[in-house]
């Protein structure tokens, strides 16, 4: 299911909005100021941002470049009221995909997101870099400026799970279920696949108690 995190500080804007968007079939997270935006991005993965721009305690536009200059490159469309060409500017400058003015058409708002959701899974899903390194989904591989890396199967499948939610934390208890998968790995066998992919060099940070992240440099 597609995961959405809306941005959004008018109460009833955003009720109707996750209401219309989950009767088209998406997940949504709200949130009505950019802090609680900033901490859902931290312990969660988000298929698409929507963003209001005045929002309390850290704008749209702050929010977007501080998750841009992190690597945190998930899709994002901006809703706002505002009009004028240099609010439009800056929102293509902190990197937005996409940018719509309030008062917009449902409709229209739900094309955006379609077409921006397609065009992201087409460039992210085959192939991910996060520094030096790059995994190949559909090959299962992973390569280091090229050159290819051996892992075992369930390293190549923590591995997998990391670059497909890269600088967003993926739990102990996701990996797990997905090592299993009849077999009972212990979170102490986890860390040591977790301590094998570091020494290749992957850049995987510890969050104590919740799971893993895989962060550039």
Not at 99 to 112: A, M
Not at 142 to 160: A, G, M, Q, R
């Amino acid at each position: 299911m597609t995961k959405i995190l809306l941005l959004e500080d008018d109460e009833i804007l955003s009720e109707t909005l996750t209401d219309l968007l989950e009767d088209e079939g998406f997940s949504v997270t709200t949130v009505s100021n950019g802090e609680m935006a900033i901490d859902a991005t931290f312990v969660g993965r988000f298929d698409l941002l929507l963003l209001d721009v005045n929002v309390p305690l850290l704008d749209g536009f702050e929010l977007l470049n501080s998750l841009r200059d992190s690597g945190d490159m998930t899709p994002s469309i901006f809703i706002t009221a505002l009009t004028d060409i240099a609010s439009l500017s800056r929102g293509f400058e902190v990197g937005a995909d996409d940018y719509i003015k309030k008062p917009f058409d449902f409709d229209e708002l739900l094309v955006r997101i379609h077409a921006l959701i397609r065009k992201a899974y087409h460039t992210y899903s085959n192939h991910i870099k996060v520094d030096n390194f790059a995994f190949e989904i559909e090959k299962n591989e992973l390569y280091k400026e090229d050159k290819f890396i051996k892992l075992s199967p369930y390293e190549l499948k923590i591995t997998k799970l990391l670059f497909q939610n890269h600088q967003n934390t993926v739990t102990k208890e996701l990996i797990l279920d997905t090592l299993n998968e009849g077999n009972e790995m212990s979170e102490a066998s986890l860390r040591v696949h977790i301590n094998r992919l570091r020494k290749v060099g992957l850049p995987i940070v510890t969050l104590k108690g919740i799971g893993y992240r895989l962060v550039s440099k």
